[in-house]
Every structure is written in structure tokens, then in C-alpha cells.
């Protein structure tokens, strides 16, 4: 099964197309136990050795493996590029139908990078950044036109943002979700029904016959779809979560920790604009 998020198309983490799946067992000490265990090595796309029979891995492809930090470091190097995109963005354009137009065209070239990256066999450094970058530009261009109508709305949706990923991985890590296939499954069915109302939604809205943003209004429907987008965020969070963990347990390449940055990315740029949204909303004076 393949990760989702957002795009519905990053793939796990992987070596000559295997996968480390939400119902597989990570290593042989942690079968005991384990609702997901099974046969470790058959399991297992890193493990060497005859995995039809069973047989102990030999010695590894490499001990080049990725660990917590590298994850870590990489994801803080990819929101950082968001981050100062965002800044640049945000300091030297100024609200206009210019800077629109720069952020729709900045969207659609990270949507782009995103999905050559996603298509990918192996994770490119370059790709994701520059795919981080040009996100950068997008966030802080409408950023800034939000704050110029809500002021102080972007600071509160990325307080925001923090408050949702803080307790999502409060909630994973004491097990009171457990991402197995099933779960999975569910989860990516109704993430992509809702995508494709949303985009029937704004096709009605784009030929005026739903009027005020249909579905997306600044009103109670639009903040309960918002609830929805946001709900749908933690839920890609969960499963980035378990990627991360299945992979650094496997022994994946340390160069997959990019993917893991690239996944948590666009996971919380999904968050974050669902959040900015919300906060508008409930701050609306009109």
C-alpha cells in the first residue's frame, strides 16, 4: 500500500519496489507482541537472506541507514525553505493582483515538483526543496493577503497548525490510534471523496452556480468542511508518523529521510492552509 497525503501519490519507503507497509512487522525482536507481525524477513523489503524459507538476513546493503534525526534534520531543512520562501514572499510582494497572480503560478510549480518527486524511485533533494520553495512563495503571498483582512490570522493558524501536529503525535505515539491497513484504506476513501467534492465544488463555483464559494464559504458550512480538511490532515499525519517509525526500524536508506521531510511537508502545508481558513472565518466580521 502506498502512503497518502495530499496528492495521494508519495510513495513509502522502498528498496527494488518493496514497501514498508502499515501491517507489517518492523524487525524480528518486535514480533512478540506485535498485532502487525507476521514473517519479519518476508515482510521486511530491507532484509536480506532466502525470505522464502525464512532464512536470517545476511549482511546489510548498507549501514548507511536512516535514523530520528536525519528525519529530523531533513524536515526542518524543508519547512525552513517553506519558511523563508514564505518570509520573502511576504516582505517584498505586496498585495496585489501581481502577487496573485505569482502565487497561483508558484502553486501550480510546486504541485508540479511535487508530483515528479512523487513518481519518483528515489527521493531528490533538489526536487523537494525547490518543490518546498516555490510552496514557500504560495503560503506567503496569501498569507500576507489574509493578514491584510484578518489581521494577526497567520500567526494564529500556524499556532495552530502546531496545536493540531503536537497532539496528533501525542495521540499516535500512546497508541490510542493504530495505523494498520484498514485504517489506511478508510482513511485515503474518504480523503479522496472529499477531494473530489471539493473540486466538483469549485467547478460549480467557477461556471456561478454555487455562489459565495459554495462548500468553501466564510460562513458555518465552509467552517465545517474546514474541520473536515483539518481532521483529514491529522489523519495523513498518523500515517507519515508510521512511515517514519516503520521505516527507521527496517533500516531504510538514509537518504528516504528526505521523503519522510517531503511527506510531513505537504502534510502540514495542508494543515496550515485549512487552519488559516478556519481562523478567517471564525474572525469574520462581515
Avoid at 116 to 122: G, M, Y
Avoid at 145 to 169: C, E, I, K
Avoid at 261 to 274: K, N, P, R
Amino acid at each position: 500500500m502506498r502512503s497518502s497525503n495530499p496528492v495521494f501519490s508519495r510513495r513509502g519507503f522502498s528498496r527494488d519496489n518493496g514497501y514498508a507497509g502499515f501491517n507489517t512487522a518492523p524487525q524480528a525482536g518486535y514480533a512478540q507482541g506485535n498485532p502487525y507481525a507476521q514473517n519479519p524477513y518476508a515482510q521486511n523489503p530491507y532484509a536480506q537472506g532466502d525470505v522464502q524459507y525464512g532464512a536470517p538476513p545476511q549482511a546489510p546493503v548498507t549501514t548507511d541507514r536512516m535514523t530520528m534525526d536525519d528525519v529530523v534534520v531533513r524536515s526542518a531543512i524543508t519547512l525552513g525553505t517553506v519558511a523563508v520562501g514564505a518570509v520573502l514572499a511576504w516582505a517584498l510582494l505586496p498585495v496585489s493582483t501581481t502577487s496573485y497572480g505569482l502565487a497561483v503560478g508558484s502553486a501550480i510549480v510546486a504541485f508540479v515538483l511535487a508530483m515528479i518527486q512523487s513518481f519518483k524511485r528515489t527521493p531528490s533533494p533538489a526536487l523537494i526543496l525547490g518543490y518546498a520553495a516555490f510552496e514557500g512563495v504560495f503560503l506567503g503571498v496569501i498569507s500576507e493577503m489574509y493578514n491584510s483582512r484578518w489581521s494577526g490570522a497567520p500567526f494564529q493558524a500556524v499556532l495552530g497548525t502546531m496545536a493540531v501536529s503536537a497532539a496528533t503525535l501525542l495521540v499516535y505515539k500512546a497508541g490510542w490510534i493504530r495505523v494498520t491497513a484498514r485504517y489506511a484504506r478508510i482513511g485515503i476513501a474518504i480523503a479522496m471523496a472529499f477531494m473530489v467534492v471539493m473540486a466538483v465544488n469549485l467547478l460549480l463555483v467557477a461556471f456561478g452556480v454555487a455562489e459565495n464559494g459554495g462548500l468553501r464559504s466564510f460562513g458555518p458550512l465552509g467552517a465545517l468542511v474546514g474541520i473536515v480538511a483539518i481532521l483529514l490532515g491529522a489523519f495523513f499525519l498518523t500515517l507519515d508518523f508510521k512511515q517514519i517509525e516503520d521505516g527507521i526500524a527496517y533500516g531504510a536508506p538514509r537518504n528516504e529521510s528526505w521523503l519522510a521531510a517531503f511527506g510531513l511537508t505537504m502534510t502540514l502545508v495542508w494543515i496550515y492552509v485549512e487552519m488559516l481558513r478556519l481562523v478567517a472565518i471564525f474572525t469574520n466580521n462581515d
